[in-house]
C-alpha cells in the first residue's frame, strides 16, 4: 500500500511539537519529581535525543497510516488512535510500570501523551487526503 508520506511527516512532526508541550511547560516538574530524574540531568547531546525522537514518531506515524489504509474517514482514524494510544501505547506502560513500582501519577503523564499522540495522528491522517 502507498502512503501519504506527507501526511506521515505531519503526523511525526505533530508529536514532536505535542512532546516539546507536554514534557515541557505542562509536565516537567511533575515528570522530573515522579521519575526522580532532575530537570537538568540529561546528559545526552540534544541531536541525538531529539533524532531519536522524531524517527520513533516517524516510524509509528507511517505504521499508524498503513494501519488505517488509504484514506480514512477523520471520525474512524481519530477512534483508531484513541485505541491504540489509549488501549496499546498506554496500556503497555502500565504493565511496565506496576512491575517497575512506578506512580499512577507518571502513568497518567507518559499515556496521556501517547493517547493524544495517535488520536493526533488519526486527525491529521482522516483529514490529509
Not at 541525538?48 to 471520525?75: C, I, K, M, R
Not at 504493565?95 to 506512580?103: D, E, H, L, T, V
Request: charged share 10%; glycine share 10%.
Amino acid at each position: 500500500m502507498e502512503l501519504n508520506w506527507l501526511a506521515v511527516v505531519a503526523a511525526a512532526v505533530s508529536a514532536f511539537v505535542l512532546g516539546g508541550v507536554w514534557y515541557g511547560p505542562l509536565f516537567l516538574k511533575a515528570w522530573s519529581r515522579e521519575t526522580g530524574i532532575p530537570v537538568d540531568a540529561n546528559k545526552r547531546h540534544p541531536a541525538q535525543v531529539f533524532g531519536t525522537a522524531f524517527v520513533a514518531a516517524l516510524v509509528s506515524a507511517a505504521v499508524f497510516a498503513w494501519w488505517l489504509g488509504p484514506e480514512p474517514e477523520l471520525q474512524a482514524a481519530a477512534c483508531k488512535g484513541l485505541a491504540a494510544g489509549l488501549g496499546i501505547a498506554a496500556m503497555s506502560f502500565a504493565i511496565n510500570y506496576s512491575f517497575a513500582g512506578r506512580s499512577f501519577r507518571l502513568w497518567l503523564i507518559d499515556g496521556g501523551y501517547h493517547t493524544l499522540q495517535f488520536v493526533l495522528y488519526g486527525i491529521i491522517l482522516g483529514l490529509w487526503h
